[in-house]
């Protein structure tokens, strides 16, 4: 799966899920990479994605107040000779600069996409559009994540060493790749026992019986 995004003035995004990996591009306007980076899926969970959106209203409507008084004159010139002044030009010039600056803010500060994994953190435009495609790529990035750690560590060998193949079994179950049904099953398989957990009997304790 793969996510692009271009912004105006701050270049190219390019996000792409690997066999193995989680791969992050970023280039400014030049095509020059400033970052690059692979981030093998051991290293992903736990996957945090956030929108944020705050737009000031109040800006906007006083910017439009101000669009409207510096425009009523030469409007109203226009509207009664049928010639445009220069004042019409240049309010038609301070209108899209105004526009023009908006439309960055609202990429850049007003509204983000935040990807966050263990070791990385990846801001975005919040683009409207784009929100059920970060929101696919958010879902995937966990699935594959999760579907890969099961694969590579999901499994257990009662005749190899046990101590290292529980500490794995902890490490899947705290990213929530296995449940807790399923890392209980793998470890009595290991270790013959339905608990790890000492038993108490008499103030002291006993040790956990076997499973045959």
Same mark, same amino acid.
């Given at each position: ?18 066999? =193995? ?57 226009? !509207? ?39 070791? !990385? ?19 995937? !990035? =966990? ?19 046990? =101590? ?49």
């Amino acid at each position: 799966m793969i996510f692009n995004q271009k912004q105006l003035f701050l270049g190219t995004t390019h996000i792409a899920l690997r066999a =193995e990996s989680l791969y992050v591009c970023k280039r400014n306007p030049q095509g020059v990479a400033t970052l690059e980076t692979e981030v093998p899926y051991e290293e992903i969970l736990p996957v945090k994605a956030s929108e944020h959106r705050h737009i000031p209203t109040n800006q906007l409507l006083l910017t439009a107040l101000l669009l409207g008084f510096l425009g009523y004159t030469p409007w109203r010139e226009w !509207l009664a000779t049928g010639e445009a002044g220069s004042q019409l030009y240049w309010w038609w010039v301070i209108l899209g600069v105004n526009a023009l600056a908006m439309w960055l803010r609202f990429e850049q500060q007003w509204c983000t996409f935040r990807l966050q994994t263990a070791h !990385l953190a990846v801001t975005l435009a919040g683009r409207p559009w784009q929100r059920k495609q970060f929101r696919a790529l958010v879902a995937e !990035l =966990e699935r594959r994540t999760k579907t890969y750690l099961r694969d590579e560590y999901g499994q257990v060998n009662p005749l190899g060493f046990i =101590e290292p193949q529980l500490r794995r079994l902890a490490w899947l179950r705290e990213l929530d790749v296995l449940s807790a049904r399923e890392a209980q099953a793998l470890s009595t398989r290991l270790t013959g026992r339905r608990s790890t957990e000492p038993l108490k009997g008499m103030g002291q304790e006993l040790e956990s019986p076997y499973l045959n």
